[in-house]
């Protein structure tokens, strides 16, 4: 686990598990930094997720960023439970639409890989499981969008406790 950041920050954060597309986990950086979010990057990712490599890739955001890199599942999953931190999956195999879900400050909002999502043992992992209703026909959103309504609903909910 590397650090940019306070790694034990009691605010909301969102956690990628080995994301595929540089461009979508810059995107989501970037949002998260605007937005002062963490990002828990789960590796393996599928490209140079380095911070040279990041920085090349254009995120000038990056220095904003709280971002700490975990090294796999088993890591971060010790470190949430070791912050106390609520894991909310959001994944299209659940029931519950995310906007009828009670977002709390602390919890880590956790979004699969582009390409295959995450696996069964990280499912039952979860805390909460939630879904962002879509047309049937629909296979996926684009993943930094779906972390930008994400995002947007758990603080609209947090801000207005707050």
């Known amino acids: 686990m590397t650090p940019s ?4 920050s009691p605010h909301l954060a969102i956690a990628l598990y080995q994301p595929d ?7 989501i950086l970037r949002t998260a930094a605007c937005l002062g979010l963490g990002v828990e990057l789960i ?5 140079d997720a380095s911070d040279r490599a990041l920085r090349r890739a254009g995120m000038d955001y ?3 960023a709280t971002l700490t890199r975990h090294d ?8 949430r439970h ?26 880590v ?15 039952e992992a979860a805390d ?7 047309r049937e026909e629909a296979r996926s959103l684009n993943l930094a969008v779906a972390v930008g309504m994400a995002a947007g609903e758990a603080l609209r909910q947090v801000r207005r406790d707050g």
């Open 5 to 8: 950041g306070d790694a034990l």
């Open 21 to 27: 597309i540089a461009g979508n986990t810059g995107t």
């Open 43 to 47: 590796q393996p990712a599928g490209f």
């Open 62 to 64: 990056l220095e904003m």
């Open 72 to 79: 796999g599942w088993a890591a971060f999953d010790a470190w």
């Open 82 to 107: 070791l912050a106390g931190r609520r894991l909310v999956l959001f994944t299209t195999h659940a029931a519950t639409p995310y906007t009828s879900a009670r977002f709390s400050e602390g919890d």
């Open 109 to 123: 909002l956790l979004f699969g890989r582009e390409s295959a999502g995450v696996p069964e043992h990280v499912h």
């Open 128 to 134: 909460l499981r939630v879904t962002i209703p879509m």
